[in-house]
């Protein structure tokens, strides 16, 4: 049990451990539609089609509404290490690529992208742009939080799963850029890196979560 004088110095934030747990709602949001689509598009070898190609044709409502929450998701998490305060630059940055997934996401749940062997459109060239921005600030992101979790206390018991899962996070985008070619396996690859990616999101929403109670 916490004692009063400690309680007195950690209080308790209601405000961050409710955004904290609005962004764990819209993560699983995000995985249920996912998991919802392999059942409802089983004619989409999943070695051959990324997952955003489930936005396209039948039920792809579902995928769209799966990138929403995960959009909402990453705007949970920017406002609510934003009302922790950080005490780094790392931190302040680490809010502001959340942000900035938040939006690329919005787009990619707006245009649909452009399915393997269909003409280019201008709407999937947007697509493929938001899913460049995803990556590329979810990444830094994930980076940037380990180094937050080595160095803020708060974030301490953080440390270890925060650290490993950014590691396997940049190996598994890297893994995902070099099957990008016809006759790989890239659709697996995707679905590796959007695995690491939610763990890595549920462990630090939750570990947000943590910060708006008592130590």
Not at 37 to 49: A, E, G, I, N
Not at 82 to 109: C, D, E, H, N
């Amino acid at each position: 049990m916490s004692s009063p004088m400690k309680a007195a110095i950690v209080p308790t934030d209601r405000l961050t451990t409710r955004l904290a747990d609005a962004a764990l709602v819209c993560f699983a949001v995000f995985a249920l539609g996912i998991a919802l689509m392999h059942l409802l598009r089983p004619d989409y070898d999943v070695s051959s089609h990324m997952v955003s190609d489930y936005a396209v044709g039948p039920w792809g409502g579902v995928m769209t509404t799966a990138f929403a929450g995960a959009s909402l998701g990453c705007l949970m998490l920017a406002l609510g290490i934003v009302r922790s305060r950080p005490g780094s630059v790392a931190g302040w940055l680490a809010a502001a690529l959340f942000a900035i997934a938040s939006v690329g996401l919005a787009v990619t749940a707006v245009c649909p992208t452009d399915l393997p062997g269909a003409p280019a459109t201008a709407v999937g060239g947007i697509h493929d742009m938001s899913f460049l921005v995803n990556i590329t600030s979810i990444v830094l992101a994930a980076l940037l939080t380990a180094v937050v979790a080595l160095r803020d206390a708060r974030w301490r018991a953080n440390r270890v799963p925060g650290v490993v899962l950014a590691l396997l996070l940049v190996v598994a985008v890297a893994v995902q850029f070099k099957t990008l070619h016809r006759g790989m396996p890239y659709g697996i690859a995707n679905r590796v890196v959007i695995a690491v990616m939610m763990a890595w999101l549920v462990v630090t929403a939750w570990r947000l979560r943590r910060l708006g109670r008592p130590q």
